[in-house]
DNA sequence: GCCAACGTTGGC
DNA sequence: GCCAACGTTGGC
């Protein structure tokens, strides 16, 4: 069982908008860079859980958890022309971008603000506050989670 | 295969 | 809204 975090823009898609799905689950689709997808489509697995962080907004950090409730299949949103995130170079029979299928847990009692995970030494390493990370979608060291989860 | 130009991400 | 960081593209 592997922990992840996944970043989502809340005026785009929070996760109160998870939470309101049927189910409260729902394909994690739209990621678009190579890393990203390889951990998709090669590592995440079933029963893994993850961190659901709102960036670009006013307080950015982590918000809730997530389960994956399905593993990595081809992102059927590159195959629609009329989709933001069309990607012609994705053929049906050789799926340039996959997804994976996330059901909402729980809410954190309080945001973990981004600032403070910054400011933890013991986090130090955590991909998401080592400077110019873009990644979208990361692995969290089973340490890191528990370390993090400390703090709520 | 190099690398400049360009687009995107995302904190501030 | 600014801009640093970084990934991708495409000319050569």
């Known amino acids: 069982m592997a922990y992840w975090l996944f970043k ?30 390889n951990f998709m489509r090669d590592q995440m697995a079933a029963g893994d859980q993850g961190f659901f962080y709102h960036s670009n907004t006013k ?18 949103t590159a195959f629609d022309p009329e989709d933001l995130h069309y990607d012609p170079k ?24 981004l600032a403070e995970l910054k400011d933890r030494p013991e986090l130090e390493g955590l991909p998401l506050v080592r ?11 089973p340490e890191y989670w528990s370390a993090i ?3 709520e």
């Open 149 to 151: 989860l400390a703090l």
């Open 131 to 141: 400077k110019g990370n873009r990644l979208s979608v990361m692995p969290v060291s």
């Open 59 to 76: 307080e950015p950090g982590i918000v809730g958890i997530v389960e994956i409730v399905r593993a990595g299949y081809p992102d059927h």
């Open 90 to 113: 994705s053929d049906p029979d050789n799926p340039r971008w996959y997804m994976v299928d996330v059901r909402f847990v729980r809410r954190l009692a309080r945001t973990i603000t």
């Open 8 to 37: 989502s823009e809340p005026d785009v898609f929070g996760i109160d908008d998870l939470a309101a799905q049927p189910d409260q689950t729902d394909h994690w689709d739209g990621v678009r860079n190579y890393q990203a997808r």
